[in-house]
Every structure is written in C-alpha cells, then in structure tokens.
C-alpha cells in the first residue's frame, strides 16, 4: 500500500481566520484523534485571539506563518523580521506560546536550494525552524477543498516520493477543506499513513 510504514503530518495555513472553519477543522481533528499545526497570520490572531486560544486548548502546535502573508524572499530585511517578531509577539501574548517554526508564505525563500539569505538570517535570530511542506493538496485551487481530483493528485505526489517516510501535508484553514476533512482523513488511512503528531 501507499502508506505502508510510512506517516503524514497534517498541517494548516492562514489561520485562525475564517473562525467557522477552524472550528470545523478542530471538530473533525477532535473526533479522529489527531494532532495537527497551524501556521497561523499574525494580523488574524490580533483578530481573533480566542480562535488561536482554540487551537492550542486543543492540544495542537501553534506556529508563524508570517504577519500579512508577503513574499518573504522579495522583502527586505527589515520587513522580513518586522513580519516575524509581531507575529511571534501576538502569538505570545493570545496563547502564551513561543513558536518555534516559520512557514514563509508561498514557501518563498524556504526550500533548499532555494533559501532566502535574509528569511534565513531572521529565522535564527528569532529561533525559527522554516519550514515547508512534502505534499501541496492545492486545497485553494478552484474548485477549492480536497475532492477527487486534488487526491489524484496528491497519490501522485506520495507516487513521486517513494523514499521519504514522513510527509507533512499543507492545507489551508478555509471551508471546503473543512468540509472534505474527514473524508480525506479516511483516505489517508485506507492508504495506509499513520497520522503522527507534528
Ligand atoms: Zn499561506
């Protein structure tokens, strides 16, 4: 199978906001037992800091997406940290947790062999692991969610990877993909992941 012997980890960006959705998303992590992370805006958690309460009440990783969601690579360095210091500032203040990831928005400057010199920099000032993503479920690509075409594509990707036996999976904080959730949480298992905590 797929997934033999192997894990995904289940990640979700550009949250807190929309609320409903997360609450959905949290629901059905809920019910499955799952532990996921939420690379969350900083300009949504000054929003709606009970949201991003929410998600680490719930026991799941809490961790900087960025404030406004710029191309990092393209923003100088003053940009890029004011950018990640408020962020890890209001995360501090709503949850009273320090993270200790950044996924730069669009995973610009943050994959090897293309890492930004200034996002990196930044990063370990500010004692930040970036990260990016094994599997992009393109949930906000038209029609949005996790229907049957996205998990062709997304067995495709697993398909390409047969060495890696950890994935971590992106998706997004937005309704379709809370609507297909639970769904896609099945997929995973009839391939045979194992769902880890991140
Ligand atoms: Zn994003």
């Given at each position: 199978m797929l997934g033999d012997g192997k894990s995904v980890i289940l990640s979700f960006d550009d949250g807190p906001a929309p609320v409903s959705a997360l609450e959905s998303i949290l629901q059905t992590l809920q019910e499955n037992e799952i532990k996921a992370e939420f690379y969350v805006l900083g300009n949504e958690v000054e929003q709606y800091p009970e949201a991003a309460r929410m998600i680490v009440r719930q026991g799941h990783d809490i961790q900087n997406h960025?404030?406004?969601?710029?191309d990092l690579a393209k923003a100088p360095e003053q940009d890029v940290r004011w950018e990640l210091e408020q962020t890890q500032n209001i995360i501090e203040d709503a949850t009273g947790i320090v993270p200790t990831k950044i996924r730069p928005p669009y995973g610009a400057g943050g994959f090897r062999g293309h890492m930004d010199p200034e996002l990196v920099e930044v990063a370990s000032d500010l004692s930040l692991t970036i990260i990016t993503w094994d599997i992009d479920t393109e949930d906000w690509r038209a029609p949005q969610g996790l229907g049957p075409e996205k998990i062709q594509n997304i067995e495709t990707q697993f398909t390409q990877q047969q060495r890696k036996i950890l994935f971590n999976i992106l998706m997004h904080v937005q309704p379709a993909t809370a609507r297909d959730l639970p769904s896609f949480i099945s997929q995973l298992k009839e391939w045979g992941f194992i769902i880890a905590e991140p």
């Open positions: 960025s404030w406004s969601h710029p």
